[in-house]
C-alpha cells in the first residue's frame, strides 16, 4: 500500500492510499512540468478496507520502483578425483 500527497496524482482531493495493481512504465506523459505514469490500483480507506478500482496519473518521481529481479545463481558442480 503506498499513500500519495494530493500534489502528486490527478485528479483528486487529499491524499489517497492504493494498493498498486499496474504501472505503465513504459507511457510516461508529460504533465504541468514534469512526467506522470498511468497507474490502476484499488483505493484503501483509512481502516485498512479495500474500495474503488481507480486508475489515475501519479507523478512518476512518487511512485515506488519495483524490484530488481534477481537471476538464480547457477551452481557448478565439481567432481573430486577418484
Excluded at 42 to 65: Q, S, T
Excluded at 69 to 79: G, N, W
Aim: a positive charge; aromatic letters at 10%; one cysteine or more.
Amino acid at each position: 500500500m503506498y499513500e500519495f500527497a494530493e500534489s502528486d496524482y490527478c485528479y483528486g482531493i487529499g491524499p489517497i492510499r492504493l494498493r498498486l495493481e499496474r504501472v505503465n512504465w513504459a507511457q510516461p506523459i508529460p504533465h504541468e512540468g514534469d512526467f506522470w505514469l498511468g497507474v490502476r490500483g484499488v483505493v484503501i480507506d483509512r481502516f485498512g478496507r479495500e474500495g474503488a478500482v481507480r486508475e489515475m496519473l501519479i507523478r512518476a518521481a512518487r511512485v515506488p520502483v519495483p524490484p530488481a529481479c534477481k537471476r538464480p545463481r547457477l551452481r557448478v558442480l565439481r567432481s573430486t578425483p577418484v
